[in-house]
């Protein structure tokens, strides 16, 4: 896109807790089934937090390996930004915890939040670092906890979460055939009851009543959801290929938020895009949030199904309502 300066991925991880939801444990707690759990969204298992674990445990995780990856280590940091819609606490960020656990000294580090978008705004505000020469190397992750905000009496809404964080180093790069070459970003705030939690917030403090209430769990407006995923996701994929002059055959790996199959096949029939060009792993995950693309783009590329050389495309849409893709070549 005429940058003569790129930020390009060297490094990427991810991690998940060891704790396992299967279809048939929902089977036991809610009404439900495992053909209508997998007929709906394609989820048969998720992984869950434990007691003592949290979202800057499985952050932190997830940036080793990446760091590791990428052959460096805290010190090398120039900057920390962490998408994530459920901290360790509300107070300080769970970027400075990140910071501190990876011996990232006096590196500023900072938490962003654009729900199950926050991968893709995170991974546009580090390239912003990198293209205006301020920073060299930007730690991006996408962490989150969902299973602490999720009430597991609902029984649309609780099968759909998972927990987990992805990480990847951004380097500054001259050259031209290779790092983030577009993003685009876009919020519409008049939807933002479709995904909510009603309390803990400044607005309604988190009280025994607002605890006896529920508000403190994810409250969905599932149909409407639904619909604005699938437009977003085929105005997005339709978007970063018309921007970058892609065709499907200049395309190695579609990487989508992982929300539901029928969604991201949808937009893959829109294009004609062959489903092994579409990275899917929400069938062992669920809905990890930020941690989605991320987690995905690791795992892809641990089994070897992308490296040097591939064209990605990264689509995701969240509560805000928000929307952001991205175009990668590794």
């Not at 459920?86 to 000294?105: C, D, V, Y």
Request: proline share 3%.
């Amino acid at each position: 896109m005429g940058k003569s300066r790129r930020a390009v991925v060297t490094g990427m991880g991810y991690a998940v807790p060891a704790k396992v939801l299967t279809n048939a444990d929902f089977e036991r707690m809610v009404e439900t089934s495992d053909e209508w759990i997998i007929q709906r969204t394609g989820i048969r298992e998720r992984h869950v937090v434990s007691d003592g674990e949290s979202t800057t445990d499985l952050a932190v995780d997830a940036a080793r390996k990446a760091l590791a990856n990428a052959g460096k280590t805290g010190a090398d940091l120039d900057l920390i930004i962490c998408a994530t819609v459920s901290p360790q606490m509300l107070l300080p960020s769970s970027a400075s915890m990140i910071q501190n656990a990876l011996g990232a000294t006096d590196v500023p580090a900072f938490d962003l939040s654009a729900a199950c978008s926050g991968f893709i705004f995170a991974l546009t505000t580090g390239c912003q670092f990198i293209e205006n020469g301020l920073y060299h190397r930007v730690l991006v992750i996408g962490a989150d906890c969902l299973s602490r905000y999720t009430d597991y009496k609902d029984r649309g809404s609780c099968i759909l979460f998972g927990d987990g964080a992805g990480a990847v180093i951004l380097e500054a790069s001259d050259a031209a055939d290779k790092g983030v070459m577009y993003n685009v970003l876009h919020t519409d705030g008049s939807g933002w009851d479709f995904i909510h939690i009603p309390a803990g917030g400044s607005a309604k403090a988190a009280t025994h009543q607002t605890i006896d209430a529920g508000e403190h769990y994810i409250k969905m407006r599932g149909r409407e959801v639904y619909k604005f995923a699938v437009e977003k996701m085929q105005w997005l994929l339709g978007d970063c290929m018309q921007q970058c002059g892609l065709k499907v055959a200049d395309i190695d790996m579609v990487i989508p938020h992982q929300v539901n199959t029928r969604i991201i096949a949808s937009a893959a029939e829109k294009f004609d895009l062959p489903m092994d060009k579409i990275y899917m792993n929400i069938d062992r995950y669920g809905n990890t949030s930020a941690a989605s693309i991320p987690l995905a783009m690791a795992e892809a590329a641990s089994k070897g199904l992308i490296g040097p050389g591939s064209t990605l495309l990264l689509v995701a849409f969240g509560a805000g309502l928000t929307w952001g893709g991205s175009v990668v070549r590794l």
